[in-house]
């Protein structure tokens, strides 16, 4: 039984990557990126609020404890490395999306209200 569970979750997380990447692979055109759409479609919306903190660790990716412009323009090669770099519009979108507080980043209270919502 343990053996099938484990199985189970490797294809689970395989099917995730998959989907993941295919969402981005929906995305090729400049200026077609809704972060709110993209987290409904990817099923970042039903996770708990750890697992989406867990995803703002890991966009967050000089630990400073906020996500800043110029980690946004990164954001789908985070999810798939091959993906293409937010433009301009897409990333100045996403962060004034997030940014309560009108700082010019995202604290992970803001990530996970924008995602969560």
Request: proline share 4%; hydrophobic share 40%; net charge negative.
């Amino acid at each position: 039984l343990q053996l099938l569970l484990k199985f189970q979750c490797q294809i689970s997380q395989s099917l995730a990557l998959f989907l993941t990447g295919y969402l981005i692979g929906l995305l090729p055109a400049p200026d077609s990126f809704n972060p709110k759409k993209f987290f409904q479609l990817c099923g970042l919306t039903k996770k708990s609020p750890q697992e989406v903190k867990n995803v703002f660790n890991i966009l967050d990716n000089d630990a400073s404890g906020f996500i800043e412009e110029e980690e946004l323009k990164f954001f789908l090669q985070r999810f798939s490395p091959g993906a293409r770099v937010l433009t301009d519009k897409e990333t100045k979108g996403f962060l004034s999306a997030a940014d309560d507080d009108s700082d010019g980043k995202i604290g992970a209270e803001e990530f996970q209200a924008m995602v969560l919502s």
